[in-house]
């Protein structure tokens, strides 16, 4: 029994160090999209205002929406940040395979 107890206290100890890994990896990954978002938020107003070239509205609202998902599970299905580079390159495909 003692030794039962042992092993479940282990795992329990395993277990919420993996927690605090993955909820520092979902904090990194949050605080990485709220920039990312903040940027694209920037660059379509700049757009916006600067006349934008007139068919890139849908364009740029399906970006929003795009850059507004959020993974449901952080740290665990998402890319490291390392293969984040800026222009989108390394990107994983946002985009719903069709049925």
Do not use: F
Request: charge should be positive.
């Amino acid at each position: 029994m003692e030794r039962l107890n042992t092993k479940l206290y282990l795992q329990n100890c395993y277990i919420m160090k993996e927690n605090e890994r993955l909820r520092k990896a979902a904090l990194l990954l949050n605080q990485e999209n709220q920039a990312l978002l903040s940027e694209l938020k920037h660059r379509l107003a700049k757009s916006a205002a600067g006349g934008g070239g007139g068919g890139g509205s849908n364009n740029s609202n399906s970006n929003v929406a795009a850059a507004n998902r959020v993974s449901p599970k952080p740290g665990v299905d998402a890319a490291p940040p390392s293969s984040h580079q800026a222009g989108g390159k390394g990107m994983p495909d946002t985009k719903p395979k069709p049925k």
